[in-house]
């Protein structure tokens, strides 16, 4: 029989705190060594401490010499064991960086993830994913160093070579793994079970941290995961190993503009003193918080003393240099990227490449399958592909987006890799599947359209009114670059439709500041077809955005003067009415009324003399508020029931649809007047059935968020409290939403009142 080994440091030590009668946390208060670490000495995690700890222990215990020498000599033949128990400078972890910034809660997930709990045979993985330039190896190789001390057995890094043509082959990453764990090469089996096997019990014995780096597949890493035990695996990938059972996943994700900032003040080190804080700042968002992109365009200033950060920040900014721009020495951002580029089979690398030709910041499935030239489920993979490998971001709701270097990226491959007349091809096809499906979308809410009888079969599917609504809403970067795109390369007719279907869906969003652009762009558009009406037309929807609210009145005369000349000239009735219509709305917000009056009645008459009743009770519906804002609210309110009598008079000739968006705004208006007559139980009625109604339209906007102002104002004149707060809270969220923060504090403090 062997010599029987005595009692090892961690059960000495119990010993000696039990005697003296101690808790673990109180001869860690006296020794100043943490209970987490007197844990690990306690329970064999940590069998050779550093001296210095062992010394602090035997004074707060106050052993004797020969306790004292007892619990020194065990703890430095620990030491020795674990010295020799593995092959030293075999793969040893690679040292961190000194200006490692930020990561403050992925480092608090890795520490949890060392301490946390598992089911029996059940390892503890930790799976780090996310795409090039994110400095996924930088935060493992510096997580790894700071919980070195909870790994007494060692910390193994292997690096799998997962972004190369030749990914290291499991067999051969246990062979390292086994070497570094003290198994000589004669001992290594031969089979690549019993090779993984042998590595997961003697990973199961032992307290080591295992940071496998840079993993390939699910296949890959599978044989190195350990199945139960003391010791840890961190694995770090591009892919998402979505296969992977039983780990615990951290995506990582850029960098905050102030932690970036502050990573790249960090490296720059003294020369940051040099530098403007604003200049480092515009730097710091140039690289889109990519720790790489940082430590890329530190380095330059770095290596060029005399460099001017500013001129760098200026070069930066032009997207066509914007990409070249990030290569120091052998870092390059470009080559990350295409690391990644090289994994795609090639038809998805050319999805990824034609993707470039997006003109917004997201995309979703359909128009993938238009800039791909593919079928929906083509499309589908082709996303599942490159969300896989973190070249392109899954935004939720099936919306997706690039970072803004690999779109720069997609786009330098797609002018070195397709030819000049295929990306003509390719803008021209994204380009009118936009604005065509924009204009369809458009109509969905202008009389006389609605419904497509016939569907283009080619474009996007638009089952109702509000999935109109909201694709319009979610593409809008999208349509509106394809109008830009079409407008410089005279694609006029395009241009125009899309504008002129905006007209009745801009008033469910009037507080959107594409419409400028949009009307300026049609009127451009009906000028170069040689259009005078339609330019007149659109001079006049410009007339209608700029008396939005807080309104430009001296903006809506110059359009509204140049529209009336425009129309005079072509006989357009009907375009001369609106002109005057606008003129009013501006006359009105200069507090001129009677001209305003005026203006209106010249415009319901021409309505009235060409059979347009739509128009013609907006007209009056206008002078009605020109008397309300004269004060004359007995004559605003007798208008105003005037035209609801016509609004729910079926007979009355008006389109529906502009009865349904009429009434709500006749009711609000009503309200408003009964309330300064002193009715104030009608006026609650009235405003509360406009308000549910402007509800059920979705149009929130500047008279909805003033209705409801006043609401909660007379229902706290009424002593309903609670329903008045509510009122004001709500006000509050529409002004917010339309942009008006003024209104919106006020409102938000007159409900803190009401409470």
């Given at each position: 029989m062997?010599e029987?080994?005595?009692p ?11 005697a ?16 987490r ?8 995690r ?7 700890s062992?010394t602090?222990l ?22 020795l ?7 030293s ?6 040292r ?36 090039a ?18 790994f ?5 890094f292997?690096d799998?070579f997962?972004m ?5 082959a499991?067999?051969?990453?246990l062979r390292?793994?086994?070497r ?9 089996p ?15 014995d032992?307290?080591?941290?295992v940071?496998l ?25 591009r ?11 951290l995506?990582l ?10 990573l ?5 080190g ?6 403007e804080?604003s200049?480092?700042g515009?730097?710091?968002?140039l690289?889109?918080?990519l ?5 890329i365009?530190?380095?330059r200033?770095?290596?060029?003393p005399?460099?001017?950060?500013a ?9 066509e240099?914007?990409?070249?721009q990030?290569?120091a020495g052998?870092?390059k ?5 295409g ?6 089979a ?5 999805v ?9 910041r ?10 791909g ?11 599942d ?5 973190g ?5 939720g709701a099936g919306?997706?987006?690039?970072h ?11 002018h070195?890799?397709?030819t ?15 604005l ?11 009389p006389g ?7 283009d079969?080619?474009l996007?599917?638009?089952t ?8 319009l ?9 394809a ?17 002129e ?7 469910r969003w ?12 049609g009127?451009?558009a ?6 005078p009406?339609q ?26 003067a ?5 129309a005079?000239?072509?006989?357009a ?19 001129r009324?009677?001209?305003?009056i ?6 319901a008459e ?5 059979g ?6 907006q007209?009056?519906?206008?002078i009605a508020k ?14 105003y029931l005037?035209?609801?009598?016509v ?15 009429s ?5 609000l208006r ?10 104030r139980a009608?006026?609650?009625s ?18 909805q968020?003033?209705a ?17 707060r ?7 969220q529409?002004?917010?939403?339309i942009?008006?923060?003024?209104a ?8 803190t009142?009401?409470?």
């Open positions: 062997g029987t080994e005595g090892g440091f961690g059960e000495v030590l119990r010993g000696h705190r039990r003296a009668r101690m808790t673990l946390e109180q001869l860690a208060e006296v020794s100043g060594v943490s209970a670490t007197l844990s690990d000495m306690e329970r064999g940590s069998k050779g401490p550093q001296a210095r062992v602090a035997a004074d707060a215990l106050k052993l004797d010499d020969g306790g004292r020498e007892r619990l020194i000599e065990l703890a430095r033949d620990g030491r064991r674990d010295h020799w128990a593995r092959r400078g075999l793969c040893e972890l690679p961190t960086v000194e200006d490692f910034t930020g990561r403050g809660e992925e480092l608090i997930w890795l520490s949890e993830l060392v301490y946390a709990e598992s089911s029996p045979g059940v390892g503890v993985v930790g799976l780090v994913t996310g795409s330039g994110l400095g996924k190896t930088t935060f493992a190789v510096r997580a790894a160093h700071s919980v070195r001390p909870s007494p057995d060692g910390v193994l292997l799998l997962g190369s043509q030749q990914p290291l499991a067999e051969e990453a390292l793994l086994l570094a764990l003290g198994v000589a090469d004669q001992h290594v031969g089979d690549p079970r019993e090779r993984s096997s042998l590595y997961r019990s003697l990973l199961r032992r307290r080591v941290l940071v780096d840079n993993a390939a597949s699910e296949g890959q890493v599978r044989p190195l995961l350990p199945g139960g035990g003391a010791s840890r695996t961190l694995i770090t990938t892919r998402l190993l979505a296969g992977l059972e039983g780990v615990r996943r995506v994700g850029p960098l905050p503009l102030p932690e970036s900032t502050e790249l003040t960090g490296i720059l003294e020369r940051a003193a040099r530098d804080e200049t480092l515009r730097l710091a968002e690289c889109g918080g720790p790489l992109a940082l430590r365009i530190g380095n200033l770095l290596s060029r005399g460099w001017d950060a001129e760098l920040a200026a070069r930066l900014a032009d997207e240099r914007r990409l070249h990030f290569k052998d870092l951002i470009a080559n990350a990227f690391m990644s580029y090289e994994q795609l090639d038809s998805t690398r050319r990824f490449r034609n993707l470039a030709a997006v003109p917004g997201d995309l979703d499935v359909a128009l993938t399958a238009v800039a030239g593919i079928p929906i489920g083509d499309a589908w993979d082709a996303l592909d490159l969300v896989d490998l070249l392109l971001q899954d935004g919306r997706y987006r690039f803004d270097l690999v779109r720069l990226f997609a786009r330098d491959r797609l070195e890799e397709e000049p007349a295929g990306q003509r091809v390719l803008t021209d096809r994204v380009m009118s599947w936009l065509r499906t924009a204009t369809m979308a458009g109509r969905w809410f202008e359209y609605g419904r497509p009888d016939r569907p079969p080619d996007a599917v638009l109702s009114a509000e999935e109109a609504d909201g694709w809403r979610v593409n809008v970067d999208n349509w509106l670059g109008l830009r795109i079409a407008a410089s390369s005279g694609s006029h007719r395009l241009v125009l439709d899309c504008a279907s905006m007209h009745w869906f801009s008033d009037a507080h959107s500041p594409h419409w400028r652009e949009v009307f300026a762009r009127a451009e009906a000028g170069a077809l040689g259009d009406a330019q007149a037309t659109q001079l006049n929807y410009l007339a209608w955005v700029h008396s939005v609210p807080p309104g430009d009145p001296q903006a809506v005369l110059r359009y509204a140049e529209a009336l000349e425009l005079t000239g072509a006989g009735t009907a375009q001369i009415a609106w002109s005057h219509e606008y003129t009013a709305e501006a006359l009105l917000l200069l507090g009324h009677a001209g305003a005026e203006s209106s009645s010249r415009a021409l309505f009235r003399t060409i347009d009743i739509d128009s013609y009770v007209s009056n519906a206008a020109c008397l309300f804002e004269e004060g004359r609210y007995a004559e605003a309110c007798e208008r005037g035209l609801l009598a609004l729910d008079d079926p007979e009355s000739g008006m389109t529906p649809s502009v009865v349904v968006h009434r709500p705004l006749a009711l009503i309200g408003s007047c009964l309330r300064h007559l002193g009715r009608d006026a609650i009235a405003l509360s059935e406009g308000i549910d109604l402007v509800d059920g339209l979705g149009a929130s906007d500047y008279r968020a003033d409801l102002e006043t609401l909660a104002s007379l229902l706290a004149d009424e002593g309903r409290t609670d329903e008045s509510r009122a004001y809270l709500r006000a509050a529409v002004f917010e939403s942009g008006d923060t003024t919106s504090s006020r409102c938000q403090a007159l409900a009142t009401a409470a």
